[in-house]
């Protein structure tokens, strides 16, 4: 047995003496025992030391690709992807390189308020910067050589005919019959011109008659423009309708609605409904009872979502009113004071007794259009004026008779009144003096007034259950008589509201069941179809028109406030 076969090392020893060898120089200086040692090397070493060298080939691969990614950013986007590496001169060389290569292709202008352009072509300016020149027309991309060679004859098929300039024109050549088809494409498909870029530099006449300016040798196809490109992109930019139905005029007879879902159907009132009213942006209603509750919906004729409910534990409301601006809301009973809730801060205020007042009750009461003043009934005659910003008495107006209705006009600055005297008081609030008292035809009790929201109209009703509408531009000039009497009620008229364009006049009674009838202004006569047949309106005791005249609620003494959409009208 040789010495070599004694001696045959285990595999982990072997390991251990190539990487000391790799380590450390050899100390054998005879090749013959170099010989002898590259015998006792198994196969397992030899496969060891290929799997080494091609994992170094493949790094050295690896690096190589990684620089030659690296040149090709760097000629492509420049320094921009390539950040700066100090102490590396063959680098910084190989980028002054490129970056000479590549100045040729592309610039960058840096000067101010210029726009970066990518290519040499697109920065050449041209020389004249005129209106009447236009926008730079952009190139084709393409352009077919055989356009010219080719000839057409038009007038051989029929729909081509179309094409020709005059009435013995038959052949063309085909740049021109390829510019006359995109002048035809123009003609019918006018409305495409939007998607163009240069369609802001136009400033074509309607006036102009449809000339034929054509590609070739018959010029450039164009179509036809606007003048006024600036009101065009207004309503593109707009969700509004085009055509508002709300301008026309509303026909008397029959009037056309629907019944949607009780607008408190999610909390229904367990008292009579004394006030409801629309915010102005006509998705927020509110309504108030004996129940002692302010409770707010978000109308949408379909769920009529609860928002928010308010208990007044002291103070059963009589009414509760929106202040016009939409930062509050006004709430009064039979009480020496009343309440304030504002919308922004959701904090509830209770107010008096009014200092210098001893008015047991402030349940009537009407807000300015112009959202300074709150106008309360008070004893013996007294109008009270009370500032809705700091809550307090700010004036006092005195009437012959007692006081039983107010109403404002002219935004605020004018106040009607009227009361168990039967006259009908202006007064001018910016001196607080009466500048106008005149009777009402035939009233003994004034019990309701209301002014159309533009001021020309204002409708007084009484005990007897007439409404006698009046112009009021008439009656200061001394005109007494009024326009139209309306005589449908029979018990006390407790309640009147014109709509948001004053073509209709609500009129209603809390003494008679389905005491409501809907008035058309224009025409002075009474709806029809109103109150509907088939339903029961019971004791109604209040009512408002949404801002946009889409909606009225209603409210009765059931506690349901009643909803219904008038078609007319196509927003809330």
């Known amino acids: 047995m040789s010495w070599i076969s004694q001696n045959v090392r285990p595999k982990d020893q072997i390991e251990k003496i190539k990487r000391k060898a790799s380590k450390k120089p050899s100390l054998l200086k005879d090749d013959g025992e170099l010989e002898e040692r590259k015998g006792d090397k198994p196969d397992t070493y030899k496969t060891k030391k290929r799997k080494e060298e091609h994992v170094e080939e493949d790094k050295q691969l690896e690096i190589e690709q990684e620089n030659e990614m690296k040149k090709l950013e760097n000629f492509l986007f420049g320094s921009l992807y390539s950040p700066v590496e100090f102490g590396k001169q063959d680098d910084e060389e190989s980028r002054d390189e490129i970056i000479e290569k590549s100045s040729a292709l592309f610039f960058t202008d840096r000067s101010p308020n210029s726009v970066l352009f990518v ?3 697109d920065a050449e300016f041209p020389e004249n ?22 000839s057409i004859n038009i007038a051989r098929v029929n729909r081509l005919r179309k094409l020709r300039k005059e009435e013995n024109e038959s052949v063309i ?10 002048t035809q494409h123009v003609k ?110 978000q109308i949408d004729g379909k769920r009529n979502t609860k928002i928010q409910s308010i208990f007044l534990e002291d103070c059963p409301i009589r009414k509760a009113s929106f202040v016009p601006d939409g930062s509050q809301v006004i709430a009064a009973g039979r009480r020496n004071f009343f309440y304030s809730f504002d919308l922004v801060k959701a904090e509830v205020d209770k107010i008096g007794p009014l200092i210098g007042r001893e008015e047991r ?52 600055q004018h106040l009607l009144s009227s009361g168990g005297d039967g006259y009908v008081y202006h007064w001018d609030l910016r001196t607080r003096v009466c500048f106008h008292k005149a009777v009402d035809e035939g009233c003994i009790n004034g019990s309701a007034l209301c002014t159309s929201p533009n001021g020309t109209l204002f409708a007084a009703g009484s005990d007897s259950g007439i409404v006698n509408i009046y112009n009021r531009e008439e009656f200061l000039g001394g005109k ?17 509201k014109f709509n948001n364009d004053a073509q209709i006049l609500a009129i209603s009674s809390t003494m008679k069941k389905n005491s409501l009838k809907l008035i058309h202004v224009p025409s002075f006569s009474v709806f029809s179809n109103w109150p509907p047949p088939n339903q ?31 078609h007319h009208y196509g927003h809330a």
């Open 173 to 182: 050549s085909g740049s021109s019959y390829v510019s006359r088809l995109r």
């Open 188 to 297: 019918l498909n006018p409305g495409t011109e939007w998607a163009q870029l240069d369609l802001q530099s136009r400033t074509y006449s309607f006036d102009d008659k449809d000339s034929d300016v054509e590609n070739g040798p018959d010029g450039p196809a164009l179509g036809r423009g606007y003048k006024d490109i600036k009101g065009i992109d207004d309503i593109l930019r707009t969700n509004e309708d085009l055509v508002v139905k709300s301008s026309a005029k509303l026909l008397p007879g029959l009037l056309e609605y629907s019944r949607l879902v009780n607008a408190n159907a999610e909390d229904p009132s367990s008292g009579p409904i004394n006030s409801v009213q629309f915010h102005r942006n006509a998705q927020l209603l509110l309504t108030g009872g004996l129940d002692r509750k302010l409770t707010f919906f």
């Open 119 to 121: 290519y040499e072509n």
């Open 129 to 150: 910067t005129d209106d009447e020149e236009g926008v730079r027309q952009r190139k084709p991309a393409w352009v077919d050589e055989q356009e010219e060679k080719i």
């Open 536 to 566: 029961t309106l019971r004791y109604p005791r209040c009512l408002d028109f949404s801002p946009g005249g889409g909606f009225m609620a209603l409210g009765n003494a059931d506690g349901k406030v009643l909803l219904y959409k008038f």
């Open 480 to 496: 007494r008589k009024p326009i139209k009497t309306i005589e449908n009620l029979t018990t006390k008229v407790d309640f009147m």
């Open 361 to 412: 009750s402030l349940e009537v009461f009407e807000v300015s259009p112009d959202s300074k003043t709150i106008a309360f009934v008070g004893n013996e005659g007294y109008i009270l004026l009370v500032s809705s910003k700091t809550k307090e008495l700010i004036g006092t107006l005195k009437m012959n008779g007692t006081v039983r209705s107010l109403a404002f006009a002219n935004n605020g």
